[in-house]
């Protein structure tokens, strides 16, 4: 019989050692951060803080000793990083020969007080939701949406209705909510609202001189164009930047005008979910001249309206616009949550819990909508603020960060994103573009049914408006009710497989 390599066991208790003092060490580090939180939150705060001082770490050497031994290798830890760590201790102790050495500790959080303290979290934010799936299933509406397609909806399963505060205005998202509260009783499905607030969300304001339509030539050629404070500036800043040409190029103008002033030289520029994309070259009297690296196929049109994002750029503009803040007064008095668009800093969560607070409205759900650069790499401590408040969640913003961050890195981000909500206990939301060849033409590709089934390891999956939005509310249960004998966020769920059997 081969025994363990002593060696190797030694090896790994003071690797694993190693990790649990430096998980114990950030708690005590960033206790302020702990006690700041709500106590509904103390405890993943508390265990997001050890997963965090885990993953500080590169350990993947140490997770294939610990496989090679017939040990956990530390591979889903996100519910309970400490008490994980620990266990694995006993059993290198056992291995050791020091059964019984390590007395029990008391941690945050255990496999199965991590689990159900992230769906309470998920039922005090999104509902109790549906039996047969873990997820629930968000669908954002139409303004003018009737009660008749609302009760539709709420039968084929939508747990969560979602209002873009960006379009249409008080008047008609209070109707919309009268209906679906009235749907709502006559199915005897709840369904909770979600508003958005617009935020500060830059956008082209109008477009002067030069072409409408941007191309790459075949040359190979960068074409330019300026973005601009103010359109009626545009001669002074050609005059100062005649030397680069760029005297006949199209110019845009910004609706948050402020942001060129946060413009430098190398920073990235994208168009209209980047459709098209830039870098600027240069920056001159409230304007900068942008050269074009690439642009969808056949050119791309310029328009009023069109998104911008500014990945590089450090905004100093404020989280809240003037709409924003009058569009609180009526989200503190109708919805059941409000959603955070394009936050940045910590101090942005602030502003908006103590926006809602100075309305009485404190006990509304808090959701972050993670969709820039920026609030992804502050993501830890935009989690531990909101976590002030009593009911949090995260919504991967997945097209947004798809722009800033690349296609390439968007898988990755996303399963980090993932990752640390688990470990916090809150409830995460897939969200962009979910099943839209479905919704929008009636059939689903491949790609996208693969997409919908990955949101089953979220507590809920956004589905934007369409012409087959109820078909694609049934589609998405069934894949979700499937998945939910199959998967539980990270870990396979061995069911018995029909397809196992031989005869």
Known sequence: MTHPDPQLIEQALTAVGALRGSAVEHEERYRGLIDAAHPTHRAGATNLLHYLAVRQRDIRDLQRQLASLGLSSLGRLERCALSSLDAVLRALDALAGRPGTRPPGAYPTSFDSGESTLEDHARALLGEGRPGRQTRVMVTLPGDARKRDLKRLLEAGMDVARINCSKGDAGEWAGLIERLRSASRE??????????????????????????????????????????????????????????????????????PEVVDDLRPGHRVFYDDGRLGGTVKLVADGAALVEVDFAREGGVKLKPGKGLNFPDSELGIPPLTPKDLEDLDFIARRADMVGLSFVRAPSDVERLQAELA???????????????????????????????????????????????????RLAEVQEELLWLCEAALVPAIWATQVLESLNKTGVPTRGEVTDAAMSSRAECVMLNQGENIVATVDFVVDVLQRMHEHQDKKRALMRPLSVSRLD
């Open 187 to 256: 199915t005897g499905f709840a369904c909770r609202v979600l508003c958005d607030i617009a935020g500060p969300n830059p956008r082209v304001s109008k477009i002067a001189g030069g072409p409408a339509r941007v191309a790459i030539p075949a040359s190979g050629g960068k074409p330019q164009l300026w973005l601009c404070k103010d359109l009626k500036e545009l001669k002074k800043a050609r005059a100062a930047a005649r030397d680069a040409g760029a005297d006949e190029v199209a110019a845009v103008g910004c609706t948050i």
């Open 358 to 408: 100075s309305r009485g409205a404190a006990h509304l759900g808090l959701v972050l909508k993670i969709e820039t650069t920026a609030a992804f790499r502050q993501l830890p401590r935009l989690l531990l603020t909101a976590m002030r408040s009593e009911r949090v969640g995260v919504m991967l913003a997945r097209g947004d960060m798809a722009v800033e961050m690349g296609f390439v």
